[in-house]
Nanobody, 123 residues
Framework: QVRPVESGGGSVQAGESMRLSCLVS????????LGWFRQPPGKEREFVAT????????SYGDSVKGRFTISRDNDKTTVYLQMNNMKPEDTAVYYC????????????????WGQGTQVTVSS
């Protein structure tokens, strides 16, 4: 399987916004649920957001609710993560992942992972 490819990471100031993209070169894209996860320095990987095959169902980790938005473009086989009002605690490597079937916040249920993109938020 081809790995997803994340882009859009970098450095921002607290309160600013950033959008991550993840290109999934998979002809079954429309049948995949997609997720974003992150791994802060020295910590375990944590759930950020997930979106269903059609995009009608989304869910978020408690620390990002109301600030982050996940979306997908099935024509472009791309999933996005819009991050607003960013905080220093959002600093992490962000990963895109895919799974067949329904959405999940459990990283162990995801089948393919991108290489990650670094996001740094300074105060």
């Amino acid at each position: 399987q081809v790995r997803p490819v994340e882009s859009g990471g970098g450095s921002v100031q607290a309160g600013e916004s950033m959008r991550l993209s993840c290109l999934v070169s998979d002809f079954t894209f429309q049948r995949l649920s997609l997720g974003w996860f992150r791994q802060p320095p020295g910590k375990e990987r944590e759930f950020v957001a997930t979106i269903s095959q059609g995009g009608g169902t989304t869910s978020y980790g408690d620390s990002v609710k109301g600030r982050f938005t996940i979306s997908r473009d099935n024509d472009k086989t791309t999933v996005y993560l819009q991050m607003n009002n960013m905080k220093p605690e959002d600093t992490a490597v962000y990963y895109c992942a895919t799974k067949s079937g329904w959405t999940s916040s459990n990283p162990a249920r995801y089948e393919t992972w991108g290489q990650g993109t670094q996001v740094t938020v300074s105060s």
